[in-house]
């Protein structure tokens, strides 16, 4: 009988971009509602650090893809590790977070996202969100206090 040592794993890194509007906003993506994982979930833009990228330049790559937003500053605000168990394999993920301090552009979402919302703290809560993003949303709230 395998143990769970046999069980193959695959360890990813992830950056998801906290943007931040001038009224205290944030930026939240819907997933698209055929997305395999967690469909229609709202998140962070964000996604995989590919094969010799650093984390800030993937964080720039992805938030570009996903939003058409040109990230210009940034700083990692909060990081966390997590497993996705599957059925015949387990992922790690390492997420890192970053606060995005100036960005430009106007938002022109990918086929990855459906829709998209600037929203305050209070109302994030109410959306069906990620867990990480909801987790990410407590440490940013009380970071912000």
Partial sequence: ???????????????RAIVL??????????RAADKSYRPSFFEF???KVELGE?????LMRETSEETSLSVKEVSLFYETTFLRIKPYSIDQYISLHFLVKKYCGDILLSREHRGYAWIKFAEAEKLKLTTI???SLHYLENYLR
């Fill in 133 to 135: 993003t909801r987790m």
């Fill in 45 to 47: 833009p964000g996604g």
């Fill in 54 to 58: 650093l984390p800030e330049n993937s």
């Fill in 1 to 15: 009988m395998p143990t769970f040592l046999d069980i193959p794993t695959v360890f990813k890194v992830e950056v």
């Fill in 21 to 30: 509007s001038p009224f205290s906003e944030i930026l939240l993506l819907q």
